[in-house]
């Protein structure tokens, strides 16, 4: 018998419904035809998907865990997706709350190569919460980002990423706004060896070619968004580069009816992102209280030989918000002003130390 | 000025806010910071996001439309997902309605290679609706599926797609499988040329991989979840490989929340899907008859050079349901049942045959 995943669904449907949905979803999430139609028995033991569990949670709501060969999945990032929530996925009543991975899994897909400490040590911080922001708008030209990096490295921060909009655009191709970018930063950075992650778009071809110009900018890490260069592309340079750090960018994750703590907080971390950019609760977004802090667990809790990932709040945050945010995450956490620092317009570096020594400051208080 | 793509979104809100909603959603869409920050004229006029239209649809619903600049797609097909939908997926409240692409996007990204037309011909068929079914459960050796194959070709059923599930397992290696059931198929058919579609997954070195083994076993013809691989790498594999027709299936796609019509009908046409699966109004998922039809419309109407992508009902059919379903879609169709041929066990090529029959018969009625 090989191991299995344990699938763990949440279904609206009535009480007198759930046995036999369960059932469904067993079938649906493997073999996907009549049970009575098989006669391999080998299948019926080993591929069928099983019902582990039904819990009522109240209110016409059910969780169903399913226990789903690992097999099926041929340890494959894109197919283990399939396997847990392809056909699935269509029906608009169920979500995907979580999923428990043997070790089997875990050894396989490996998770971050640098993780919350690498990090940390990339820009020489110890046990205080990272900071970051954000290059943008898109439209400005190579010289034009790059002043504003400057502003930034001035003011102290210690990651500046791209906006997740800036991709290999006419006005920005990806050649020349990385280099240009990677130079001013390194001229304008005072103590804080300030980092600045270029955004990656594109096919496995073209990742490749802009990890490369990466490297040769002297770089070592990047934002990239799983959900839409896809699950097996992000994993395969993940695996390919170690030397680099990988931040996870959640455009079009949140439009999968996927838990956010699960997809951004534990799937992310499996397949090596180092750090997993979400929407704050009280920002732009509309993620709960509650989502964030099991999100942030998932992507830090002790979990086997996988190293913790940085939970990276943000969507619309502000200065005044970081000593309540601090409270909330505590020091493993990077904290990521975009628009509230850009807003500032000509007093960019002024604006970004104040948020720089408001996190600094928390620490130490 | 660049030209726009047109993305129409539907989001539920209260009337007095929606002018601000639909301008928060052109700037989250275009440049995501403060429009009152941006002090560059070009990326004013040209990058911002546009509100074109509002419109009441009732019951707190709104249609939005945007502008929003090609030139910040690249014309790659993730940084396009991106840029409709990437961050405002994360809404809980607002769906992807549908999106117009100027004939600059249409030209960049071109659509199916083969297309209807070229599905029929494949298979020897003229203006008649088309038969597909599956190779499944998962578990089954090589020559378990080619076994099947065998029967399904036997009854004379144009195509035979992998399962959905069917990757490059332990049980069911890819580079066993393909020639077996290829081999398989070849020796069963009678006067129809069947055609066997191999599932592909995985990377993009993986994804080339396997073409290469199809190529290599006498096929031309594949299934590919579009949404699993990641659009980036399914629209390079269609690019690179002229001689072979792509079949699209919906895993992860039904998750996002975009509307079918647009994600299965429109946008996988235009990245170039042949065909493309999804559920079938009254089977095991829950898209309306209206969706069915409006998703039909989308792969099939004109649409400047891009070639009509062949619609491909699916989830639960059976033969007796084919009548109706000709009626209702037309002959410009491909009928795939699975679970519900492989039922027959030990009779499968008889109502393989007697699906065949019913399809063709229609026609000539």
Same mark, same amino acid.
């Given at each position: 018998?090989?191991?299995?995943?344990?699938?763990?669904?949440?279904?609206?449907?009535?009480?007198?419904?759930?046995?036999?949905?369960?059932?469904?979803?067993?079938?649906?999430?493997?073999?996907?035809?009549?049970?009575?139609?098989?006669?391999?028995?080998?299948?019926?033991?080993?591929?069928?998907?099983?019902?582990?569990?039904?819990?009522?949670?109240?209110?016409?709501?059910?969780?169903?865990?399913?226990?789903?060969? !690992?097999?099926?999945? @041929? #340890?494959?990032?894109?197919?283990?997706?399939? $396997?847990?929530? /392809?056909?699935? =996925?269509? &029906? *608009?009543?169920?979500?995907?709350?979580?999923?428990?991975?043997?070790?089997?899994?875990?050894?396989?897909?490996?998770?971050?190569?640098?993780?919350?400490?690498?990090?940390?040590?990339?820009?020489?911080?110890?046990?205080?919460?990272?900071?970051?922001?954000?290059?943008?708008?898109?439209?400005?030209?190579?010289?034009?980002?790059?002043?504003?990096?400057?502003?930034?490295?001035?003011?102290?921060?210690?990651?500046?990423?791209?906006?997740?909009?800036?991709?290999?655009?006419?006005?920005?191709?990806?050649?020349?706004?990385?280099?240009?970018?990677?130079?001013?930063?390194?001229?304008?950075?005072?103590?804080?060896?300030?980092?600045?992650?270029?955004?990656?778009?594109?096919?496995?071809?073209?990742?490749?070619?802009?990890?490369?110009? !990466?490297?040769?900018? @002297? #770089?070592?890490?990047?934002?990239?968004?799983? $959900?839409?260069? /896809?699950?097996? =592309?992000? &994993? *395969?340079?993940?695996?390919?580069?170690?030397?680099?750090?990988?931040?996870?960018?959640?455009?079009?994750?949140?439009?999968?009816?996927?838990?956010?703590?699960?997809?951004?907080?534990?799937?992310?971390?499996?397949?090596?992102?180092?750090?997993?950019?979400?929407?704050?609760?009280?920002?732009?977004?509309?993620?709960?209280?509650?989502?964030?802090?099991?999100?942030?667990?998932?992507?830090?809790?002790?979990?086997?030989?996988?190293?913790?990932?940085?939970?990276?709040?943000?969507?619309?945050?502000?200065?005044?918000?970081?000593?309540?945010?601090?409270?909330?995450?505590?020091?493993?956490?990077?904290?990521?002003?975009?628009?509230?620092?850009?807003?500032?317009?000509?007093?960019?570096?002024?604006?970004?130390?104040?948020?720089?020594?408001?996190?600094?400051?928390?620490?130490?208080?």
């Amino acid at each position: 018998m090989g191991e299995r995943i344990t699938a763990i669904y949440r279904v609206k449907d009535r009480a007198e419904n759930i046995q036999a949905r369960a059932h469904t979803i067993a079938v649906e999430q493997s073999v996907e035809m009549p049970v009575s139609a098989i006669t391999k028995q080998s299948v019926l033991d080993e591929i069928v998907g099983e019902v582990q569990a039904i819990r009522d949670l109240g209110g016409g709501v059910f969780e169903i865990a399913i226990g789903l060969a !690992v097999s099926t999945t @041929g #340890l494959e990032a894109g197919q283990t997706l399939n $396997m847990l929530f /392809g056909n699935s =996925s269509i &029906h *608009a009543d169920m979500v995907l709350h979580d999923a428990i991975f043997p070790a089997e899994v875990r050894r396989a897909f490996a998770g971050p190569h640098h993780g919350l400490e690498g990090l940390r040590k990339r820009v020489g911080a110890e046990g205080r919460a990272l900071t970051c922001s954000a290059l943008k708008p898109q439209g400005l030209s190579p010289p034009e980002l790059a002043a504003l990096a400057a502003q930034f490295a001035r003011g102290g921060i210690d990651y500046i990423k791209d906006d997740h909009g800036l991709a290999d655009q006419a006005y920005s191709p990806f050649a020349e706004r990385v280099p240009a970018v990677a130079e001013a930063v390194r001229a304008a950075q005072g103590n804080v060896p300030t980092r600045y992650l270029p955004s990656l778009s594109g096919n496995l071809d073209q990742l490749r070619r802009q990890i490369e110009v !990466v490297r040769g900018a @002297g #770089l070592d890490t990047v934002l990239i968004a799983p $959900m839409i260069v /896809g699950l097996p =592309s992000f &994993h *395969a340079l993940v695996r390919e580069n170690p030397d680099i750090a990988f931040m996870a960018h959640p455009a079009m994750a949140g439009a999968a009816r996927i838990a956010p703590p699960f997809l951004l907080g534990k799937l992310f971390r499996l397949l090596g992102a180092d750090a997993t950019v979400f929407p704050n609760h009280g920002g732009r977004f509309g993620y709960t209280t509650d989502e964030c802090r099991a999100l942030a667990g998932a992507a830090l809790e002790p979990w086997g030989d996988i190293k913790p990932c940085i939970p990276v709040p943000a969507g619309g945050m502000t200065t005044d918000r970081m000593p309540e945010m601090l409270d909330f995450y505590g020091s493993d956490v990077m904290l990521l002003i975009g628009g509230g620092l850009l807003a500032a317009g000509e007093r960019l570096a002024d604006e970004t130390k104040a948020f720089v020594e408001a996190v600094h400051a928390h620490g130490e208080g």
